[in-house]
């Protein structure tokens, strides 16, 4: 049988493919991968010659690409940017928490995802940080939001309530139940916020 002149699988219809995987799953197999493709797991390795590393590092670009910021916007300070891209890519990762702990396993190399972090270190460097200390700053910023998408794939009651009489965690919890919208992004706006202050007074 003569070689298909247009190939079977596009790179994107793998990636997506392979992020439903994780997402019902929370791993990845190439075998099953290639199954659920109805393809074998060597057209995986044709479009992906890194095997499942650079599957997942492609799900990072995908998530990175239409999400994480890629440019200042005009009359923006730091503050501001950094706001708009930890919320940005809180609200890309937190749709697939489970991929989150895949993503992190391995070194960030897609383009798009570096973009994204290059003008973040461009405008924290503006705003001040050094050399010595700006790799931190972003270490930092990282781990928080990546955090918090995990946060946003736990269960809606993460600490239980033990009725204890007395208890200050139970009346927390009680008046959290109580509060409009979602509890994980509430708890994500209030840390950026101190977060964003830290840093602020790093550079005073």
């Keep these: 049988m003569a070689r298909p002149t247009t190939p079977l699988l596009a790179r994107?219809?793998?990636?997506?493919?392979?992020?439903?995987?994780?997402d019902a799953t929370g791993s990845l197999a190439l075998p099953r991968l290639a199954r659920d493709l109805g393809v074998g797991t060597s057209s995986l390795y044709h479009h992906f010659r890194g095997g499942r590393e650079e599957v997942v590092e492609g799900i990072r670009g995908l998530l990175s690409t239409d999400a994480m910021?890629?440019?200042r916007l005009p009359g923006e300070d730091w503050r501001a940017f950094t706001r708009r891209w930890a919320t940005d890519y809180?609200?890309?990762?937190?749709?697939?928490p489970a991929a989150v702990p895949l993503l992190t396993a391995q070194t960030v190399s897609h383009p798009a995802t570096l973009a994204s972090y290059e003008v973040l270190a461009d405008v924290l460097h503006e705003a001040g940080f050094?050399?010595?200390d700006l790799l931190h700053a972003v270490t930092v910023l990282d781990c928080f939001v990546l955090g918090s998408?995990?946060?946003?794939?736990?269960?809606?009651?993460?600490?239980?309530?033990?009725?204890?009489?007395?208890s200050t965690l139970s009346r927390a919890i009680a008046a959290t139940r109580a509060q409009p919208g979602d509890r994980s992004r509430r708890s994500f706006e209030l840390g950026l916020e101190?977060?964003?202050?830290?840093l602020a007074d790093l550079l005073g």
């Design 130 to 132: 050094g050399d010595e």
């Design 149 to 166: 998408a995990l946060d946003a794939g736990a269960p809606v009651e993460v600490w239980a309530d033990t009725g204890a009489p007395g």
């Design 12 to 22: 994107e219809q793998v990636l997506r493919a392979a992020l439903a995987q994780i």
């Design 194 to 198: 101190g977060l964003l202050r830290g």
């Design 90 to 96: 809180r609200t890309a990762y937190a749709a697939h």
């Design 69 to 71: 910021p890629t440019q």
